[in-house]
């Protein structure tokens, strides 16, 4: 997903709930402002810190594919570069202003716009044994959930992780590695409340307030993060929920093979 390409109207177009008419930003702060204590702008601008420090840290643990020009043999890509841009606000964090009709969401402590590919290739068990293929990771389950309203959007991750949990049996304290994508950050302090996840197994390596959430290709970017994760790390289970705006989630629990 380009969306860099793109012009910022039809980017805000998209991020438009066609309902109410509100943004994902505006929708996720009146979400925010309901659930009350622990979910207000410090408890979101500390977890957004932790965000960008854990992704300076691990800036160069992604294994990215270095990015060529044609006709240029040196690498114009080889780290994100989102990390590095928005790394020395930190300072300002809490001086930072809300969004236009908010009071917890700023551009700091949400996802920013990004650019970003992944490739994932899928296998049946069948094909896996025919073809002699070595997979990394299987797919353990994979579920949906749908809440009532579109500002239920950024807790909707909890209903498709209980899901997923429940299809498989596995408790949350089995899962070693999670991965959200960030949209708004009351999305994994959510998780963190309901599984009882302690801070050091969700999103790890930060998340995309600094890496950025490219929409279309987050889902795949994610995935191949956690399987990352679960190899590098030496864990068994990952589980990658998203929230996938107009009240609905999607979870995938994943296992190291």
Not at 58 to 87: A, M
Not at 201 to 224: Q, R
């Amino acid at each position: 997903d380009m969306m860099s390409r793109q012009p910022n109207e039809v980017i805000l177009a998209g991020l438009t709930d066609p309902t109410t008419g509100k943004l994902m930003a505006e929708l996720a702060d009146q979400k925010a402002q309901e659930l009350g204590v622990g979910f207000g702008r410090e408890e979101h601008d500390t977890f957004a810190l932790e965000t960008y420090e854990r992704a300076k840290v691990h800036i160069h643990n992604h294994n990215l594919v270095p990015i060529c020009i044609p006709g240029n043999s040196n690498p114009v890509l080889t780290f994100d570069e989102e990390i590095q841009k928005y790394g020395n606000r930190l300072g300002v964090m809490r001086r930072m202003r809300p969004y236009p009709r908010c009071s917890i969401m700023t551009i700091l402590n949400s996802s920013k716009y990004g650019d970003a590919a992944a490739f994932l290739m899928l296998a049946s068990e069948k094909a896996v044994q025919g073809r002699g293929l070595k997979p990394l990771a299987r797919i353990v389950w994979f579920a949906e959930h749908s809440e009532e309203e579109p500002k239920d959007f950024i807790v909707a991750p909890v209903g498709a992780a209980q899901k997923a949990l429940r299809n498989t049996g596995l408790s949350a304290d089995q899962i070693d590695i999670w991965e959200n994508n960030e949209a708004f950050l009351t999305s994994p302090l959510t998780l963190m409340k309901e599984f009882s996840i302690p801070r050091e197994k969700i999103n790890i390596w930060g998340g995309a307030p600094a890496h950025g959430h490219p929409i279309g290709a987050t889902g795949a970017v994610l995935s191949v993060k956690n399987i990352t994760m679960l190899h590098t790390l030496g864990k068994r289970y990952g589980m990658v929920v998203i929230c996938n705006a107009t009240g609905e989630a999607t979870a995938m629990i994943f296992e190291r093979l």
